[in-house]
């Protein structure tokens, strides 16, 4: 009976732990919903900062970043999709592809800030972009490459054979057979690839801190060489450096909670397509 | 035709396929010529020039020694290999006090001439001054002769001090240790956690419990790091300070926190992972011999998937290392060599996030910043290597 009790313990405990983990994700998302909800006005969303960042909304951070998701997404996008169909249609099984994956998952792991320091040496002085939403796009595009390839591969390897073999047989090429049969079955797998990286995007700052993240700037981008205001460098800001930490907070709230609901908002959309396809597989 | 259209193609798609190699190529390019840049700078401030009296034998200080001696934390020649007398710091704008504008002329023009009377007739000096009035010619005056900053003090140096005259300290040392301090502590918290959490996910939890958790872990690895990095600073921060009674509540305990949190996503999945591969049959087995569940978990899943909860571990140290904006906000910032858990520390990618918009281009804090990128890229390229090495080990295994 004894061991009966120990499993018992035991079991109860893992229970416990994954209630805390799910417990410390309300937690978060509690607080900042709670403190932040009350501050999120038409205005606020709006309006640019007034009053050395204690007062107004934050409509150029917003316009900013999504300055950067386009920006960076028509960057990682094309290269990450076409990278993906080559590793998982056309390299073979040899030393190259084994190559080509060890070092997608290498530069998956490089911290981002890493990226921001090489995103600085290349696109802002030695190509002379300067700090500017081109320079920022590249380095987060380049950030996400690896999950948008990762997830492409995953969904071109999820279409059976069996349709690649029909459509040679058929006498299509390669190509035809990728370009008809396979992207348009794997199309929403992909979507959902993209969706989450463009999440990821959204929510980082150490890569933008020296590519593109202007500290106050009210007006709006004119072209792809100005800098721009971004959430979640902003909510940084706004965070750690005010001199009025009692009038910002409220606003680092309300910009927290944005940029809570964007990165919600895009995870639900995400795992609901995934579901959704799902179903449609079995 | 189609088939030159065909071969266009597959050109395309294996540039494509090549970019990523590409990248880490030009990282490694760009991070490292920066980096190795940092070892051609002169060890003080540049433009300038340490000059002691002619009878003293002291030939060589280290970085480190010079600014002790200007901090008066060093006080006596013997100390730095010169005979026993005393040291007298002397830096350049004291010449003002002691002589008057016309003494010095109008143009400066006589400006070296007295600098090197004030060297001559005081024999413990150690002077700092600009090249271009330093009274090379005059007797009774030795210049030291510069040396550019050593890899030996990057690496052993203690402080990290950057912009302090006449030399500044960089020492990797409380920046690595910071970094790993925290990280080790992060761990620590998050690898019992994860585990659980992974073994109740693997093993225990039924559809609907795995529908609500696993897209809660999603989730909380979507969650930018600047959201934890400030929810770390307005709730975990002064928590910590309350209860534990602390001058501050920005610690190397609250950063080791929230990268515990941080981390948990990525350990979770990852060791979830290698449990649900364990081979039915040697679970089976295990419960054929009348072992209960749990002895099953102890005895046969996780030996089993050793190798992947290490790869867990692995990555998840990973992530934690590389972290940059979270532990910016809630550890301190201060640049000390770890002494415990409850004091500001300060970590390499925090530091690099902190001082590269104030560092001048192509200076030596400059390049020293990037000198730091180099050791975080080696230390996630180790990771990410072992981390393969490892599982590939698991994949090995599934073969018997």
Known sequence: ?282 | MRKFFEKIIEFILTISGATTSIVILLIVVFLFKEGSGFFTHPEIENGYALCVNAGNPVNRLTPFQIKEIFDYEIEDWQAVGGNEAEIVPFRFDEIFSRYSDEELGEEYEFLPEKLGEVIRETPGIVAFLPMQYIPKDQPGVKMLPGENLHPADFFGGKEWLPTTTPAPQFGLLPLLLGTLWVAFFAILIALPLGLGVAIYLSELAGERMRNILKPTIELLAGIPSVIYGFFGLVVIVPFIQKTLNLPVGETAFAGSLILAIMALPTIITVAEDAMRNTPSTLREASLGLGANHWQTICRVVIPYSMSGISAAVILGIGRVVGETMAVLMVTGNAAVMPHSLFEPIRTIPATIAAELGEAPTGGAHYQALFLLGCILFLITMLVSISAEWISKKQAHKKGF
């Open chain 1, 1 to 282: 009976m004894k061991k009966q009790v120990k499993q018992n313990i035991a079991f109860g405990i893992f229970r416990g732990l994954s209630l805390i983990v799910v417990g410390i994700l309300f937690w978060i998302l509690g607080f900042i919903i709670y403190q932040g909800c009350g501050v999120i006005s038409w205005e606020f969303l709006t309006t640019a900062p007034t009053e050395g960042m204690t007062a107004g909304g934050i409509f150029p951070a917003i316009v900013g970043t999504l300055c950067l998701i386009l920006g960076s997404s028509v960057i990682a996008f094309p290269i990450g999709i076409l990278s993906a169909v080559y590793t998982s249609e056309y390299a073979g099984n040899g030393f190259w592809i084994k190559f080509i994956r060890v070092m997608t998952n290498n530069l998956g792991g490089i911290p981002s800030i890493v990226f921001g320091l090489f995103g600085m040496a290349l696109f802002v002085r030695t190509l002379g972009f300067g700090d500017s939403i081109i320079a920022g796009s590249f380095t987060l595009g380049l950030l996400t490459l690896p999950l948008v390839i990762r997830t492409t591969e995953e969904a071109l390897k999820a279409i059976p054979d069996t349709f690649r073999h029909s459509s040679l047989a058929l006498g299509a090429t390669k190509w035809q057979t990728i370009q008809r049969i396979i992207l348009p079955m794997a199309f929403p797998n992909i979507i959902t690839g993209l969706i989450l990286s463009i999440g990821r995007v959204s929510g980082e700052t150490a890569p933008i801190l020296f590519t593109v993240a202007a500290y106050f700037l009210p007006q709006l981008p004119h072209s792809i060489y100005d800098q721009v205001m971004a959430l979640p460098y902003h909510l940084y800001v706004i965070a750690v450096s005010g001199t009025d930490l009692e009038a910002t907070r409220p606003l680092a709230y309300g910009t927290a909670l944005v940029l809570i609901v964007i990165v919600l908002i895009i995870n639900l959309i995400a795992s609901f397509l995934r579901k959704k396809l799902q179903k449609y597989h079995a």
